[in-house]
C-alpha cells in the first residue's frame, strides 16, 4: 500500500539542488575573486583557431545554414520522441500505433513541404 507523498518527500531533492546551486555560486565567486585579473590586448582579441581575425565578424552570409541547422534540430527531436514509443511498444497496443504514425505523417507532411518550398535546394 503506497502512501500519498508529502512535501517532507522531497526534501532530499532540494537539498540535492540547494547543494548544487551552492557549489555553482561559490565557484563562480571563488573564481572571480581568486582569478587573475590581467587584461592586455591580445588576451582580449578574439580567437578562432588559431587563426589571426581577420576583417569584419559581422559580414552576412546565406541564411539556408541557419535554415538547415534549425531543421535538423527539428527532425531530430521529432525522433527521439519516437524512443519512448519504442520502449513501450507493447504496452501501448493498436492506440499507441495509430497515435505513432499519426505522428509520422505530420512528420512526413512537414518534410514535404520542406521539400516543395526548396529549403534544402543549394543552387538557388
Given amino acids: 500500500m503506497q502512501s500519498t507523498p508529502t512535501p517532507l518527500d522531497y ?3 532540494v537539498l540535492m539542488f540547494l547543494v548544487a546551486l ?6 563562480m565567486i571563488a573564481s572571480h575573486w581568486l582569478g587573475p585579473k590581467r587584461k592586455t590586448k591580445i588576451k582580449l582579441d578574439s580567437f578562432e583557431c588559431g587563426i589571426e581575425a581577420q576583417g569584419n ?3 552576412p552570409f546565406a541564411i539556408k545554414y541557419f535554415l538547415v541547422a534549425i531543421l535538423f534540430v527539428l527532425f531530430d527531436i521529432e525522433v527521439i520522441f519516437m524512443y519512448p514509443w519504442a520502449v513501450n511498444f507493447k504496452e501501448l497496443g493498436m492506440t499507441g500505433v495509430i497515435e505513432v504514425f499519426s505522428f509520422i505523417i505530420l512528420l512526413l507532411i512537414g518534410f514535404y513541404y520542406m521539400l516543395s518550398k526548396k529549403a534544402l535546394n543549394w543552387e538557388e
Fill in 11 to 13: 526534501l532530499p531533492i
Fill in 22 to 27: 551552492g557549489f555553482v555560486i561559490t565557484t
Fill in 57 to 59: 565578424a559581422r559580414l
